[in-house]
């Protein structure tokens, strides 16, 4: 079964950068879409970035636009978040997922198969 570890989170200011991975346990030359969801609480799981197999299809949910970027490195089997000028109401559990075909919805949570279990990014002052 393919596991998808995330790493990176962390507690930062407003107006800081971090830089979420995503390693999968296997190639990531298998997952056609990959995609970033946070979940803060009392609030739905959100969809917040999607990027396709060869990194040329990416989307990003109107919250995050020009804010945060995907990108995957298959040599390292690895996915990554890089999201500057965070703002608190980033703070969030986030997760990765993925799936080895293309998915209808790309920010939508159906379709993915596998989750990893999700790292805290805290935005406070």
């Known amino acids: 079964q393919l596991q998808l570890v995330e790493s990176g989170g962390g507690l930062v200011q407003p107006g800081g950068s971090l830089r979420l991975s995503c390693a999968s346990s296997?190639?990531?030359?298998?997952?056609?879409?990959i995609a970033w969801f946070r979940q803060a609480p009392g609030k739905e799981r959100e969809g917040i970035s999607y990027i396709g197999s060869s990194g040329g299809i990416t989307r990003y949910a109107d919250s995050v636009k020009g804010r945060f970027t995907i990108s995957r490195d298959n040599a390292k089997n690895t996915v990554y978040l890089q999201m500057n000028s965070l703002k608190i109401e980033d703070t969030a559990v986030y997760y990765c997922?993925?799936?080895?075909?293309?998915?209808?919805?790309?920010?939508?949570?159906?379709?993915?198969?596998?989750w990893g279990q999700g790292t805290q990014v805290t935005v406070s002052s």
């Open positions: 997922a993925a799936s080895r075909w293309s998915v209808y919805s790309p920010l939508g949570p159906n379709g993915y198969t596998y």
């Open positions: 296997g190639s990531t030359l298998d997952l056609r879409s």
